[in-house]
């Protein structure tokens, strides 16, 4: 039974770059949710995605959007890159049939220089 | 929104000691859970605790949700214990996990 997969692990950019992140979700889930974890802090919850459509979103600017396909999987991408949005991505899963308790990815590690 | 404090914020332990993490949220909440950040990033769950006690090796953990607060308890610690504890709720009436502020524990040999 496979978990959460991310990719890629580790990705740098330069300021103004957009990037696009993966995940994979555990399998029999259909609920992906995002986070942001900067150094030294915890999770931030950017948004959540059901049905192929952004339900609830955390406070994060518009350069943050998603998507989710048909197969449950998700992106998570982020246009006109800052130094401060340096940080761990995290995606977890649940199944909306279940209980609430969401499963996390390995994240990817993005720096922006 | 709601507030969600841990303590203590560094913990040092000798291995096989036993340790208390808290965590105290400031509104009521439908459910609770607890994680473990290893060095690598990687948040393993540990509980889902809405009410209650459970329990799974040496790690236990306890939720009054009337009082608004939840206990991890780590008996005989090991090196491999160590890392960051984080406990999150749901906020916002959907999916949306509001984390704590995290227990960044340490175990030496």
């Known amino acids: 039974d496979a978990g959460v997969t991310q990719s890629p692990t580790h990705l740098i950019k330069t300021r103004g770059q957009q990037v696009t992140l993966r995940c994979s979700p555990k399998?029999?889930?259909?609920?992906v949710c995002w986070y942001q974890q900067a150094l030294g802090q915890g999770p931030q919850f950017i948004f959540q995605y059901y049905e192929e459509e952004e339900r609830q979103r955390g406070n994060f600017p518009d350069r943050f959007s998603g998507h989710q396909f048909p197969n449950y999987s998700s992106e998570l991408n982020v246009n006109a890159l800052l130094l401060g949005d340096s940080a761990l991505y995290l995606c977890a899963s649940r199944s909306s049939g279940g209980t609430d308790t969401q499963y996390f990815g390995p994240g990817t590690r993005l720096t922006v220089l | 929104g709601i507030q969600v404090e841990q303590s203590p914020p560094d913990l040092i332990l000798q291995e096989g000691a036993n340790s208390t993490l808290r965590c105290n949220f400031s509104?009521?909440?439908?459910?609770l859970q607890w994680f473990h950040q290893n060095p690598w990033g990687q948040l393993i769950n540990l509980f889902y605790?809405?009410?209650g006690t459970k329990q799974n090796g040496r790690l236990s953990a306890t939720t009054v949700a009337t009082e608004r607060y939840s206990l991890l308890y780590i008996s005989s610690s090991q090196t491999t214990d160590s890392g960051v504890y984080f406990c999150a709720v749901p906020t916002g009436g959907g999916n949306k996990l509001t984390f704590g502020t995290g227990t960044q524990l340490k175990v030496e040999l």
């Open positions: 399998s029999g889930h259909d609920t």
């Open positions: 509104d009521s909440v439908n459910n």
């Open positions: 605790i809405p009410s």
